[in-house]
């Protein structure tokens, strides 16, 4: 099995169906293995069942993190952090993605598939997996995070 930090788990619901398959390839392109947790259509679902099966391997350590996608990636990041091991932040545009990683160990990357085009994307994530948590002052607060 590989290390767990070279596994991206990826859920959406219908509405970011067709922006996790994009995502997927450039993933795989970049040498990490994808856990699909679905959905595997267009047809309609729920973001909750997709955000919920994500930040379950999140937080059990079967991937080292995960990205959620729905239509604004708002419904699938209060989905994902109803678990107090996700912290998902829900980013469009780089420097919040930075500040997402940086400053909140954010461990689940929200975009929203109508709201930013798939090359914004594609910088959004390898900022997200190439920014280090800084630690320093933020620690006692994403602690806290876990006790809310």
Known sequence: MPESNKIIALASDHGGFELKGRIAE??????????????????????????????EVVATGKAKSGIGICGS?????????????????????VTSTKLARGHNDANVLVLGARLIGIEVVLECIRTFLNTEFEGGRHAERVKKLGKC
């Open 26 to 55: 450039f993933l795989k392109s970049e040498g990490y293995e994808v856990l699909d947790m679905g959905t595997h259509s267009t047809d309609r679902v729920d973001y909750p069942d997709y955000g919920g099966a994500l930040a």
């Open 73 to 93: 990636g708002i419904g699938m990041s209060i989905a994902l952090n109803r678990n107090p091991q996700i912290r998902a932040a829900l980013c469009h545009d």
